[in-house]
């Protein structure tokens, strides 16, 4: 199954540059459809002008995702060098703690 995702530019490179190997999403009813050897596209935004097209390895749901960066390391997102206070406080400019406690987070792990 394809399944289809935004994904903001620098995030998009770093999936086509081979540094980021773990996706972050809220655990909701869209990315529940989601199994290991599916395939997602990723859409750069906001310009909409380049797709990329990677493998689901794995999947792990977690309640918060605190508890997810504290489980997986941060060169997988991408973020090698960031702090635990980088990795929370981005990830609440795109999710709010309201959808986090409603929906959980998902680690997506996927390969390019």
């Not at 289809?4 to 773990?22: A, N, P, R």
């Not at 960066?69 to 609440?92: A, H, L, R």
Request: hydrophobic share 35%; with cysteine.
């Amino acid at each position: 199954m394809i399944h289809q995702m935004g994904l903001y530019g620098e995030y998009f490179q770093s999936i086509k540059e081979g540094k980021k190997q773990v996706e972050v999403r809220l655990n909701d009813e869209k990315r529940r459809r989601i199994k290991a050897e599916d395939t997602i596209e990723f859409i750069k935004v906001p310009e909409r002008d380049e797709i990329l097209q990677v493998k689901v390895v794995e999947l792990k749901a977690y309640d918060t995702f605190l508890a997810m960066y504290n489980e997986i390391p941060f060169d997988d997102f991408g973020c090698e060098g960031w702090t635990m206070k980088e990795m929370v406080d981005g990830t609440y400019e795109i999710y709010s703690p309201e959808q986090e406690k409603e929906w959980g987070a998902l680690a997506i792990r996927i390969t390019y």
